[in-house]
């Protein structure tokens, strides 16, 4: 695929419009609340190379993976490596966090992608994924025929948030965190936007499922190991049945030594 038809591109060039970087804001903030308490030593972001979505988190190692470099990083990466998400060139199990923004939808491979993100993760690293809605305002403008397509990526190559949740379950990954948001209506200037964020706490409230983007967080687990040891001859302990049979049979023997010899006086 040419630079020029990669979807990841025509991202970076919506969310340079109006409607873009009001999820760009909103998407922010998410990723740094959601990367903050984060721990560990290496943290990957793959896509976007615009944004820098790991600021708030504080492992010594930060690094950029995609198909595009930046021409002007947006943050002082300890590395930039030029790559498909589909082939990750890391080792196994290397990365303690990965920050994938709009990654599955901006794939012909997102299975591929998401099969990698599970192989560079550390067992118990973490994973957060963003991507938009389908069953959303947005998507249903987006999929209104003879209207301009509204968002980046057709509306096949979205995945909404239960089919992600089935991918992830399938490798091992449980879902910790998730937000939608972004309830306002599909308008393209900032001024009718902000006049519409109100829209914002009543979706929030009452039709949560409905906000065009979602952030979701999961962890990768690793069933644990049980060390299965010898089994030695040891002296097996009395049941609690045969201890009460043994302490009626003393008792018994012991009444029966006293009645067969009596004190003298």
């Known amino acids: 695929m040419s630079k020029a038809q990669s979807p990841i591109v025509n991202l970076a060039q919506w969310l340079e419009t109006e409607p873009g970087q009001y999820v760009q804001r909103w998407e922010q903030n998410c990723f740094d609340k959601m990367v903050a308490d984060v721990f560990g030593y290496h943290a990957l972001q793959v896509g976007l190379p615009s944004f820098d979505l790991l600021r708030a988190n504080r492992m010594p190692f930060k690094a950029y993976a995609g198909a595009e470099l930046p021409a002007v990083p947006a943050a002082d990466w300890a590395g930039l490596v030029l790559t498909e998400p589909e082939l990750l060139p890391f080792d196994s199990q290397s990365v303690d966090l990965l920050v994938l923004p709009h990654g599955l939808e901006a794939s012909a491979h997102p299975h591929q992608v ?8 550390v067992p118990e690293g973490r994973v957060v994924i963003s991507g938009f809605n389908p069953w959303s305002l947005w998507g249903l403008r987006h999929r209104t025929p003879y209207l301009t397509p509204w968002l980046p990526q057709p509306i096949s190559a979205q995945v909404s948030l239960p089919r992600l949740k089935d991918w992830l379950k399938l490798l091992s990954f449980e879902i910790e965190l998730g937000h939608f948001g972004c309830y306002v ?81």
Do not use: H
């Open 114 to 121: 998401l099969r990698e993100v599970e192989r560079v993760l």
């Open 185 to 265: 209506p599909p308008l393209r200037t900032q001024k009718w936007l902000d006049r519409f964020a109100f829209t914002e706490a009543a979706g929030n409230r009452w039709w949560p499922v409905c906000g065009a983007v979602y952030v979701v967080s999961a962890v990768k687990r690793v069933a644990g190991m049980r060390l299965i040891t010898p089994r030695w001859k040891t002296t097996q302990p009395l049941r609690k049945g045969a201890r009460q049979t043994v302490g009626a049979a003393l008792q018994q023997k012991t009444g029966s030594t006293s009645s067969s010899n009596p004190v003298q006086s």
